[in-house]
């Protein structure tokens, strides 16, 4: 597949990039042989090729969901430096004038 250089120009100023001529034609020649590559690959029988999402088996290292005892409101905030009204108190951070 043939990419011209004004598609490469256009692609170019999607993604903000100046180019001069001389990478606009190198960029379309590569581009083209990039797709011509792929093209190639599309044309192999992977009829009888099972997925495959991850090259090593995948297993889950997360622990179980179990409800356990959470704490009180009271508990917490008795471990917090300061609280007002059931909340915490933390320093001001964002200055908004």
């Given at each position: ?8 120009e ?40 099972s997925p ?6 995948q ?39």
């Amino acid at each position: 597949m043939k990419i011209s250089p004004q598609e490469v120009e256009r692609l170019a100023k999607l993604a903000w990039l100046k180019l001069d001529p001389e990478e606009v034609k190198r960029y379309s020649q590569e581009l083209s042989s990039i797709l011509d590559y792929v093209e190639t690959l599309n044309q192999l029988d992977t009829s009888q090729v099972s997925p495959t999402y991850h090259v090593v088996p995948q297993k889950s290292h997360l622990r179980k969901d179990e409800i356990g005892r959470s704490l009180s409101q009271e508990e917490f905030l008795s471990m917090v430096p300061a609280h007002e009204e059931g909340a915490v108190k933390v320093p001001k951070i964002i200055d908004i004038e």
